[in-house]
C-alpha cells in the first residue's frame, strides 16, 4: 500500500502534521496503541499557542501563575493576571487532534507497531504488525513522530537526545488547592537536576516530577514529596510514569525522513514540555513535505532543518545550557538565585513580557541584574549572551 506521506504516532505531533497535510495529499496516520492518547505520559500543561478552537473541548483550567519553592523555604509568586497556561484533558485533547487529522481526510491505523523503518529507491517503506500480522506500507516522505524510542530516527541514523529525563506524576483528589496556580518544587532532596510540580486541574491535582540522574528514582522522589502537608490528606486516583528527550541533535531529517517532536528530541530543557515544540515542528515539518511533493525537489526537505531552528531551535539550545548550569547548583544557590527575581520591576517584566514557549525573549532584560547574576554564575551569564 503506498501513501504519499506515511505519519508514524498519533500524539498531538503526528495528528498536526497529518491533519496539516491530508487536505491536500494522501496520508496515513500508523498508531501503536488502539486509543490516541493512552496511555498518559504527560502533566497535560500547554501554552495557548498549542491549544487549536477544535480542542477546546479537552479544557479543564487556566492558569494565571505560578509559586516557586525554594529549597530553603522562600516561594516567590509570578502573577500575570491573565491566562499564561491551560489545563487539559490529555487523552482527550489526543483524540480532538487525531480526529481532526482523520476529518480532514488522513487514513489512520491504529493497534499498528512499527518494526522496521527503511530507505528504497526514493521511497520509505514500513514494516508493522497489526492483528498479529505483519503488512508493509510506502511513502513518499515520512514524518516520524514516534515519541523518545523513535524507530525512524534510529531508520534515519539521526543521534538521540543528549540527556534523559525521567517523570513520575500521580492524581490527587481530595487536596485543596488555589485554581489559578501552579506550585513549583525546587531542590536537590527534591527533584534532583529539575523540579516538581503540582496542577489543579479541576477536582484533582496532578503531582509529579523530574529527576536529572538515570539511576535517581523519581518514584521515591515523589513518595517524598507528597508526605508534605498540603498533599497528605489526598488520594492516589491514578499514576503515569515517562522519559523526556532533551538536547535535540543538528538534524531533523535523513533523505525523506523528516522527525518531529519527541522523535526529534524538541522538548523545552527548562520545562520539560513538548506539545507546544511537537505541533510546530509538525507545521514546518509538513510544510517542507507539502512543497516537496508538489516540486519533486529535494531542497525543499531539507528546508526544514533552518526552519525549525529559525523558529525554536535556538531556544532549545540556550535553554538546554542554562539547565545544565542549574543541575549544578547547590539548594543555596537555588534559593539565591530565585531571591533575584523577588524583586518589583522584575516581577513587573516576567508579567508584561514572559513568554514560555520563547524565554530567550527576557534575556536582554534579565542581564540588567548582571552584576547580581555574574556574581552568582558565570555561566549562566554566558548561556543568556549565546
Not at 14 to 22: D, E, P, Q
Not at 46 to 51: D, G, N, S, V, Y
Not at 298 to 317: C, I, P, S, T, V
Request: hydrophobic share 40%; glycine share 10%; with cysteine.
Amino acid at each position: 500500500m503506498h501513501s504519499e506521506v506515511l505519519v508514524i504516532g498519533a500524539g498531538p505531533t503526528g495528528s498536526t502534521a497529518a491533519g496539516c497535510l491530508a487536505g491536500h495529499h494522501d496520508v496515513m496516520i500508523i498508531e501503536e496503541h488502539d486509543t490516541p492518547g493512552l496511555p498518559i505520559q504527560c502533566a497535560g500543561l500547554i501554552t495557548p499557542r498549542a491549544m487549536p478552537e477544535f480542542a477546546r473541548g479537552s479544557l479543564i483550567n487556566k492558569i494565571r501563575g505560578a509559586k516557586i519553592h525554594s529549597p530553603l523555604g522562600f516561594t516567590l509568586t509570578l502573577d500575570a493576571r491573565d491566562t499564561k497556561a491551560l489545563v487539559v484533558d490529555r487523552a482527550r485533547f489526543d483524540e480532538c487532534l487525531f480526529h481532526n487529522s482523520v476529518d480532514l481526510g488522513a487514513e489512520p491505523l491504529t493497534g499498528a507497531k512499527v518494526r522496521a523503518v527503511k530507505a528504497v529507491d526514493g521511497h520509505v517503506r514500513i514494516e508493522a504488525r497489526v492483528e498479529n500480522n505483519i503488512q508493509e506500507f510506502e511513502g513518499t516522505v515520512l514524518i516520524g513522530c514516534d515519541g523518545y524510542r523513535s524507530i525512524a530516527r534510529s531508520a534515519a541514523g539521526i543521534r538521540g537526545p543528549r540527556h534523559m529525563l525521567s517523570g513520575f506524576q500521580v492524581d490527587l483528589i481530595g487536596v485543596e488547592h488555589d485554581p489559578d496556580f501552579v506550585n513549583l518544587y525546587m531542590g536537590n532532596n527534591v527533584a534532583p537536576g529539575f523540579f516538581a510540580w503540582s496542577i489543579p486541574a479541576g477536582d484533582r491535582v496532578r503531582v509529579g516530577l523530574c529527576v536529572w540522574k538515570s539511576d535517581d528514582s523519581p518514584s521515591v522522589y515523589l513518595k517524598k514529596l507528597l508526605s508534605r502537608p498540603e498533599f497528605r490528606g489526598g488520594k492516589k486516583i491514578s499514576s503515569s510514569a515517562g522519559k523526556i528527550p532533551i538536547g535535540a541533535a543538528k538534524t531533523a531529517i535523513c533523505g525523506n525522513i523528516l522527525l518531529a517532536g519527541d522523535a526529534a528530541c524538541h522538548a523545552k530543557p527548562l520545562s520539560g514540555g513538548g506539545v507546544f515544540t511537537g505541533i510546530r515542528g509538525a507545521q514546518l515539518a509538513s510544510e517542507c513535505a507539502s512543497r516537496y511533493l508538489t516540486t519533486m525537489q529535494e531542497d525543499e526537505l531539507w528546508k526544514y532543518d533552518r526552519m525549525w531552528k529559525d523558529d525554536f531551535g535556538r531556544e532549545l539550545a540556550s535553554a538546554f545550557r542554562i539547565r545544565k548550569v542549574f543541575v549544578s547548583l547547590s539548594d543555596k544557590k537555588m534559593d539565591r538565585a530565585l531571591r533575584m527575581f523577588d524583586d518589583p520591576e522584575m516581577l513587573s517584566l516576567l508579567r508584561d513580557r514572559g513568554d514560555i514557549d520563547y524565554p530567550s525573549s527576557l534575556s536582554p532584560y534579565v542581564l540588567k541584574l548582571a552584576p547580581k547574576l555574574a556574581h552568582f554564575s558565570p555561566q549562566l551569564i554566558e548561556s543568556l549572551l549565546k
